[in-house]
């Protein structure tokens, strides 16, 4: 089992739907960080948590240490926000783990 | 916020030979910098972890006289790919951390390497 896993692994939404995208972890963490990889490769910096919540524009994080999980929201989903999402956990060392990603399509 | 870049964005060489890619914090003096490869559909695994003028230490499984790395200043690595193998293709991505109150890394574009 990974130490981090995210689902869905993939996720097909229609434009203007709300999206949750899920990240639980096993390990002890200092920080869980999102990221946004589009289809080019670039890694986009979402957002770096250690608790509460988050937003930025359409984008909310949340996380909950002692339940170890933390969730993804885009509110009025856009095409234009098809990517791969991925959550990272900072354990110990300064050292990520990734979770798989989540692979989301917004269509038009 | 920081900004961190790759240099080249793509790289085609031929088997045999070697490629270098470099990693640039721009607009901060970065303490660590991480190199990262991914391949398609897959998460990024870490290759290894360079600190400023010492030697960078490797994660299992990485062979570090095929990946050398080479940390020369607090704002510049390079990731030299030697005798490079069709299999060395993917995409290597690295990031700077900065460690000046809350701890975040910085990931750069990424580097696509196709050996023919």
């Known amino acids: 089992k990974n130490e981090v896993e995210q689902s869905p692994q993939n996720l097909t939404a229609q434009e203007g739907e709300f999206i949750t995208i899920n990240c639980s972890y096993s390990v002890g963490i200092s920080a869980l960080h999102w990221l946004q990889q589009h289809p080019g490769g670039g890694i986009v910096s979402l957002f770096m948590?250690?608790?509460g919540k988050k937003k930025h524009g359409r984008l909310i994080a949340t996380i909950n240490i002692q339940e170890k999980h933390s969730s993804l929201h885009i509110t009025a989903s856009h095409p234009r926000d098809s990517a791969v999402y991925i959550c990272a956990v900072l354990s110990g060392t300064y050292k990520y783990i990734f979770g798989t990603g989540t692979r989301l399509k917004v269509l038009a | 916020g920081a900004v961190v870049s790759q240099h080249p964005s793509w790289v085609i060489c031929k088997s045999g030979t070697s490629v270098k890619i470099e990693c640039r914090s721009l607009?901060?003096?970065?303490?660590?910098m991480f190199w990262y490869r991914q391949f398609p559909k897959q998460s990024l695994m870490l290759m290894a972890t360079s600190n400023e003028g010492s030697k960078a230490t490797y994660e299992q499984g990485v062979e570090k006289d095929k990946f050398l790395i080479n940390h020369a200043s607090l704002t510049l690595s390079t990731l030299t790919v030697t005798s490079a193998h069709p299999e060395d293709s993917s995409f290597y991505i690295c990031s700077a951390d900065n460690r000046q109150g809350i701890y975040e890394q910085y990931f750069g574009p990424g580097t696509r390497l196709t050996v023919t």
């Open positions: 607009d901060f003096q970065a303490t660590t």
């Open positions: 948590l250690s608790s």
